[in-house]
Nanobody, 125 residues
Framework: QVQLVESGGGLVQAGGSLRLSCVASGRTFSNQYAMGWFRQAPGKEREFVAA????????SYVESVKGRFTISRHNAKNTLYLQMNSLEPEDTAVYYC?????????????????WGQGTQVTVSS
């Protein structure tokens, strides 16, 4: 089993920044896990935000966050990050960290088998 715990959410004004963190733990977790961030706004389906491969050398982003968000990972700390800059009210959502064994970038929610509990991000206009 793998446990994922997100932190770093909060309330910020439009144009501001936040950095989300996701710490992974568990007997089976290793560096060879693909990881990603998803978000779900009220009344909407969960959507892909960003993903990263096991080494951190490959990433993928949804078009709406390109140039504003950066996904990264620190494997020695078992931690995934999402640096969010130039935040917009449309970014308001619960953000979830996800993981699954594998070395490639994964952008589809159904392919992940471990999820965190989520952290709320609210951007005021």
């Amino acid at each position: 089993q793998v446990q994922l715990v997100e932190s770093g959410g909060g309330l910020v004004q439009a144009g501001g920044s936040l950095r989300l963190s996701c710490v992974a733990s568990g007997r089976t977790f290793s560096n060879q896990y693909a990881m990603g961030w998803f978000r779900q706004a009220p009344g909407k389906e969960r959507e892909f935000v960003a993903a990263i491969n096991w080494s951190g050398g490959r990433t993928s982003y949804v078009e709406s966050v390109k140039g504003r968000f950066t996904i990264s990972r620190h494997n020695a700390k078992n931690t995934l990050y999402l640096q969010m800059n130039s935040l917009e009210p449309e970014d308001t959502a619960v953000y979830y960290c996800a993981a699954r064994s594998g070395i490639n970038v994964i952008v589809t929610a159904s392919e992940y088998n471990y999820w965190g509990q989520g952290t709320q991000v609210t951007v005021s206009s």
